[in-house]
């Protein structure tokens, strides 16, 4: 909830983990929509992640009753979170559309301050998102595994 508040967004607005309800909201309404970029199965990638991290950090991002985004990371041997998926609903007319990353990027931010680790990274990059990205105070990292790496320090 830190996030909505810091980005002053409305009571309408809240941050969960992954569970029931956004496994549900994701596969009745953004399962198979012909407006995905990804293909990423969230129910499987969030149990995978929430079995397989104990420090993981995921996020079901709503607006009433509308599941707007998804993300999810960890910490990796105590030097950096990395949000390794992130997802805005595919409807281009969904309640945060353009908010979803601003949320996101200070959850992960606030989480990476809390454990007291040194760096923010994004895996799995759209290329079409890095400027957006690069003003948000982040670099390319191609040496961090994969050509849409990006860090912020």
């Given at each position: ?74 910490m990796n041997r105590d030097r950096f979170v990395a949000l390794d998926f992130l997802e805005g609903h ?64």
């Amino acid at each position: 909830m830190l996030a909505v508040a810091k980005l002053g967004l409305g009571s309408d607005v809240r941050c969960e983990i992954i569970a029931g309800a956004a496994r549900m909201a994701f596969t009745e309404t953004w399962f198979g929509h012909r407006d995905r970029s990804v293909d990423w199965d969230w129910a499987a990638l969030s149990a995978k992640f929430q079995n397989g991290h104990p420090k993981c950090f995921n996020a079901a991002i709503w607006h009433d009753t509308t599941l707007c985004g998804l993300a999810i990371g960890a910490m990796n041997r105590d030097r950096f979170v990395a949000l390794d998926f992130l997802e805005g609903h595919p409807d281009p007319m969904h309640p945060l559309k353009g908010q979803v990353i601003g949320i996101a990027l200070t959850m992960a931010e606030a989480y990476r301050q809390l454990i007291g680790v040194p760096e923010l990274r994004l895996h799995h990059v759209d290329p079409n998102l890095i400027p957006l990205y690069t003003m948000q105070g982040f670099a390319l990292a191609p040496d961090l595994g994969g050509p849409h790496h990006m860090v912020r320090r």
